[in-house]
């Protein structure tokens, strides 16, 4: 069994800053490609930043030069810093990774999302 808890959302006004953290805990034998994507109300769900084990980052459009992704192997930990936040960011953030857990299963595990508002 593999969880992964969000924390770190909440309510920012535009121009403001969050950082949203997430722990991967249980079964691990390792974990590849992590990520954060949000959901906006009505909307599928779309990627905003993606971190591989080697630490290559891609980001959405949207957010490049805003976002920055990091992860902490040791804590089986990612993490998003968004700077200069628009309404338009408002959503709920879910963390996601790729993890093995022995030498012949794994799978694409998600956390419960975290809230994050934008608003004056």
Not at 2 to 24: D, K, T, W
Not at 53 to 71: H, L, M
């Amino acid at each position: 069994q593999v969880q992964l808890v969000e924390s770190g959302g909440g309510l920012v006004q535009p121009g403001g800053s969050l950082r949203l953290s997430c722990v991967v805990s249980g079964r691990i034998l390792s974990i590849t490609d992590m990520g954060w994507y949000r959901q906006h109300p009505g909307k599928e769900r779309e990627l905003v930043a993606k971190i591989s084990s080697g630490s290559i980052t891609d980001f959405a459009e949207s957010v490049k030069g805003r976002f920055a992704i990091s992860r902490d192997n040791a804590k089986n930990s990612i993490y998003l810093l968004m700077n200069s936040l628009k309404p338009e960011d408002t959503a709920v953030y879910y963390c996601h990774a790729l993890v093995r857990t022995s030498e012949t299963t794994g799978g694409f595990y998600w956390g419960q999302g975290t809230q994050v508002t934008v608003s004056s």
